[in-house]
């Protein structure tokens, strides 16, 4: 009997032993991924955690997503949630704020690429989520704000869904009434967007 119950620790010991961490995705963006004006459990990034858990055991998601961050200050707090977390993905979606107010495209740019640099310095791989502009903001600055999205990944190798809300922006069913955020009924649809280009790197 003694020699059976030393049996059935060790065997839970080396299970104990050999049992896959969880690994991280972490999520930094701004009020398109933090779920504005619906409830949390709506937004694409719960939505993503409910995924993960029925298709990717062993990954969860973490929303470190601020409704108004821009693409400086998620620069900023990115240093200490790479120490905090540890992600092996780190998802930046960033920009629409920066866009919106018309701040410098180089500027943009640079924030962007730092960002790019530090999550892969730390041994994560990176996804970049692209957005568009409303078409008042003129040809000549969408143009350069998408064209940041594909020449960063391209240059450091960084995953890409080049708009964010592909299928969702133009149809009013799934756009709350400020016209720039999805409804509930739309996020499903924001998430399918991301996981197309997410999953690869959990493999």
Same mark, same amino acid.
């Given at each position: 009997? /003694?020699?059976?119950? *030393?049996?059935?620790?060790? =065997?839970?010991?080396?299970?104990?032993?050999?049992?896959?961490?969880?690994?991280?995705?972490?999520?930094?963006? +701004?009020?398109?991924?933090?779920?504005?004006?619906?409830?949390?459990?709506?937004? *694409?990034?719960?939505?993503? #955690?409910?995924? @993960?858990? $029925?298709? #990717?055991?062993?990954?969860?998601?973490?929303?470190?997503?601020?409704?108004?961050?821009?693409?400086?200050?998620?620069?900023?707090?990115?240093?200490? @949630?790479?120490? /905090?977390?540890? %992600?092996?993905?780190?998802?930046?979606? =960033?920009?629409?704020?920066?866009?919106?107010?018309?701040?410098?495209? %180089?500027?943009?740019?640079?924030?962007?690429?730092?960002?790019?640099?530090?999550?892969?310095?730390?041994?994560?791989?990176?996804?970049?989520?692209?957005?568009?502009?409303?078409?008042?903001?003129?040809?000549?600055?969408?143009?350069?704000?998408?064209?940041?999205?594909?020449?960063?990944?391209? $240059?450091?190798?960084?995953?890409?869904?080049?708009?964010? @809300?592909?299928?969702?922006?133009? +149809?009013?069913? =799934?756009?709350?009434?400020?016209?720039?955020?999805?409804?509930?009924?739309?996020?499903?649809?924001? =998430?399918?967007?991301?996981?197309?280009?997410?999953?690869?790197?959990?493999?």
């Amino acid at each position: 009997m /003694r020699r059976i119950l *030393w049996l059935a620790l060790w =065997l839970l010991c080396v299970g104990t032993l050999h049992a896959a961490p969880t690994k991280t995705i972490l999520v930094l963006g +701004d009020s398109l991924s933090a779920a504005h004006n619906i409830a949390t459990e709506q937004g *694409w990034v719960h939505l993503l #955690e409910v995924r @993960l858990k $029925q298709m #990717e055991p062993g990954w969860t998601a973490i929303n470190a997503s601020i409704s108004g961050e821009t693409s400086l200050s998620g620069r900023n707090r990115l240093p200490s @949630l790479l120490e /905090r977390y540890k %992600p092996a993905v780190v998802v930046i979606e =960033l920009g629409a704020n920066d866009g919106l107010r018309g701040l410098p495209l %180089p500027a943009l740019r640079e924030n962007l690429s730092t960002m790019i640099d530090a999550a892969q310095k730390s041994g994560a791989r990176v996804l970049l989520l692209g957005i568009e502009l409303p078409v008042n903001y003129g040809p000549q600055y969408r143009d350069g704000l998408r064209a940041i999205y594909a020449d960063l990944a391209k $240059q450091k190798h960084a995953a890409l869904v080049p708009f964010l @809300l592909e299928g969702v922006a133009l +149809d009013p069913k =799934l756009m709350q009434d400020d016209g720039l955020h999805p409804t509930a009924a739309g996020e499903p649809r924001v =998430l399918d967007n991301v996981w197309g280009a997410l999953r690869p790197l959990l493999r």
